[in-house]
Nanobody, 124 residues
Framework: QVQLVESGGGLVQAGGSLRLSCAASGRTFSSYVMGWFRQAPGKEREFVAA????????YYADSVKGRFTISRDNRRNTVYLQMNSLKPEDAAVYSC?????????????????WGRGTQVTVSS
């Protein structure tokens, strides 16, 4: 069992930056693929970014590529999402997720554990 707790959300002006963190419990964090997803009101949850077990491979949604960076620190059992040049359309609840296999990293169904999320609000 893995518990995930996100932090770092908040209110930021358009063009600003935020860094989200996701702390995981358990001793096997390094074995998990980690992903970030977001869900805006009235919309489905969508893929944002993912990283393999050691951070060597990263994947991004087209909408955030070049602005967001996912990284992980396996010593601290933490995955991060650095978000730069934020836009109003980036506003959502951001959740991290852990997958025990390396199936489709963009598919929510591939993930086994989810955090509760942290709110990101971007003012124009």
């Amino acid at each position: 069992q893995v518990q995930l707790v996100e932090s770092g959300g908040g209110l930021v002006q358009a063009g600003g930056s935020l860094r989200l963190s996701c702390a995981a419990s358990g001793r096997t964090f390094s074995s998990y693929v980690m992903g970030w997803f977001r869900q805006a009101p009235g919309k489905e949850r969508e893929f944002v970014a993912a990283t393999n077990w050691n951070g060597g491979n990263t994947y991004y949604a087209d909408s955030v590529k070049g602005r967001f960076t996912i990284s992980r620190d396996n010593r601290r059992n933490t995955v991060y999402l650095q978000m730069n040049s934020l836009k109003p359309e980036d506003a959502a609840v951001y959740s991290c997720a852990a997958a025990t296999n390396s199936g489709s990293l963009r598919d929510t169904r591939n993930y086994d554990y989810w955090g509760r999320g942290t709110q990101v609000t971007v003012s124009s």
